[in-house]
């Protein structure tokens, strides 16, 4: 089992920035996990969309073409922390951003086992 907290969203101004943090937890998680660190988001109306994901051993990263550029996904090996920096936030980033890890990878939702409970990010025009 693996438990994942987000934090970090908020209302910020169009060109701003935010952070997002995506703590990680339970018996099936460590530092030597294989599993891929994937943010998505959701906006109202709209289906789940894959925004960024990063393989934890390997720090392997892929992005969406609309995010790529200004966002940024990391971690912290001591803190079994996965972030997304984003920056130049524009109107159309606002969703609830959802972090989830799986150990198939990939841009489907489907292939994701392990999800938290999202943090809404707001970008004001």
């Known amino acids: 089992q693996v438990h994942l907290v987000e934090t970090g969203g908020g209302l910020v101004q169009a060109g701003g920035s935010l952070r997002l943090s995506c703590a990680a937890s339970?018996?099936?998680?460590?530092?030597?996990?294989?599993?891929?660190m994937c943010w998505f988001r959701q906006a109202p109306g709209k289906e789940r969309e894959f925004v960024a994901v990063?393989?934890?051993?390997?720090?392997?990263?892929y992005y969406i073409d609309s995010v790529k550029g200004r966002f940024t996904i990391s971690r912290d090996n001591a803190k079994n922390t996965v972030y997304l920096e984003m920056n130049s936030l524009k109107p159309e980033d606002t969703a609830v951003y959802y972090c989830?890890?799986?150990?198939?990878?990939?841009?489907?939702?489907?292939?994701?086992?392990?999800w938290g409970q999202g943090t809404q990010v707001t970008i004001s025009s």
């Open positions: 339970g018996r099936a998680f460590s530092a030597s996990s294989n599993y891929y």
């Open positions: 990063l393989r934890w051993t390997t720090r392997f990263t």
């Open positions: 989830a890890a799986g150990l198939a990878g990939g841009v489907g939702a489907t292939e994701y086992e392990y």
